[in-house]
């Protein structure tokens, strides 16, 4: 599934607006950078893999920029347990 994920660098997160929700991906840079702090779907648009997209639209940021990625956020945390292969 290709979602239309946008990067919002003023607003320092990924996000995705759905059916008249947002859902996004917070992150804080650091030197070289940054940390996936926060992901959050409203609850009317769960269980449809959005949360996994945002987290590979931020990690394919990363990656292509040449970043280190920090992960704060549980769920992130979890994912790249999940899926070593996407920590680039």
Request: hydrophobic share 40%; with cysteine; glycine share 6%.
């Amino acid at each position: 599934m290709d979602l239309p994920i946008i990067h919002m660098p003023a607003k320092h997160r990924f996000e995705l607006l759905m059916e008249g929700q947002t859902a996004y991906i917070e992150y804080n840079t650091f030197e070289g950078g940054f940390d996936l702090a926060h992901t959050y779907v409203p609850k009317e648009l769960e269980g449809r893999g959005i949360a996994a997209a945002l987290v590979k639209k931020a990690l394919r940021y990363a990656h292509d920029h040449h970043w280190q990625v920090k992960a704060s956020c549980p769920y992130v945390s979890a994912y790249l347990q999940r899926h070593p292969e996407e920590n680039l």
